[in-house]
């Protein structure tokens, strides 16, 4: 069965410092992965796709196939990082989502 | 740039009464979805249609029904409210079957059964 897993539910880091937001997934198929965020008051919104490489706000994330992650990174966090991402699994015309990490950058 | 706008933002009802929660998206997509969103659990699929008048369970149905009638519009319908059915209720379209598209959100509609 298709499942993601983001293990910390918070991830609390100074400004400045690297950040990691993990995710693993369970798909027997090729998967196409993605990095939902969602600011504060603000509407769920897509951050970047695997399949595009690209860095958006600083954010980038690698599919790992042989460890089936694709963590989210950036080398130095800014207070407006502060969000709640997801990481979503896309199968068919379907998404799965992970729970959810709440990322606080403290100033 | 795509609008996804569902109707209400906070709706309270009671146990029982039949609730509808309206969903439209003016980029003329052809899936649309219904999500609810609870801490801890992320985003659950309640429902999704591919075309309308087609629809599709997701993981989580019971006790909810869909309907679409045109192809902008996605409307959830709770039978008879229950007090677990207290939720935040995320609407949301894509591209055809197939493609690669990203999903695109409306704001939610938070509710609450008394």
């Known amino acids: 069965a298709q499942r993601v897993t983001q293990p910390e539910k918070l991830l609390s880091v100074f400004k400045g410092a690297p950040v990691e937001l993990k995710c693993n997934y369970s798909?027997?198929?090729?998967?196409?992965l993605f990095w939902y965020v969602q600011y504060s008051r603000q509407r769920l919104q897509l951050l970047l796709r695997?399949?595009s490489r690209e860095s958006i706000k600083g954010f980038t994330a690698d599919l790992n196939k042989g460890e089936t992650s694709f963590h989210l990174k950036k080398p130095f966090a800014q207070e407006e990082d502060s969000a709640m991402y997801y990481c979503?699994?896309?199968?068919?015309?379907?998404?799965?989502f992970g729970a959810g990490t709440i990322l606080r950058v403290k100033s | 740039d795509v609008k996804v706008t569902q109707s209400s933002r906070y709706l309270v009802k009671r146990t029982g009464e039949k609730v509808f929660l309206e969903c439209v998206q003016d980029?003329?997509?052809?899936?649309m979805f219904w999500y609810r969103q609870d801490p801890g659990l992320g985003l659950r699929l309640i429902y999704f249609?591919?075309?309308?008048?087609?629809?599709e369970k997701g993981d989580i149905p019971e006790g909810y029904s869909v309907s679409r009638e045109k192809k902008e519009r996605f409307s959830l319908i709770l039978e008879s409210a229950s007090t677990n059915q207290t939720s935040m209720y995320l609407c949301?379209?894509?591209?055809?079957?197939?493609?690669?598209?990203?999903?695109?959100f409306g704001d939610g509609t938070r509710l609450s059964i008394l």
């Open positions: 949301a379209s894509s591209r055809d079957r197939g493609s690669n598209q990203p999903q695109h």
């Open positions: 798909y027997s198929g090729s998967p196409e």
């Open positions: 695997h399949i």
């Open positions: 979503a699994l896309k199968y068919g015309n379907k998404l799965v």
């Open positions: 980029m003329d997509h052809e899936n």
């Open positions: 249609s591919y075309d309308v008048k087609m629809k």
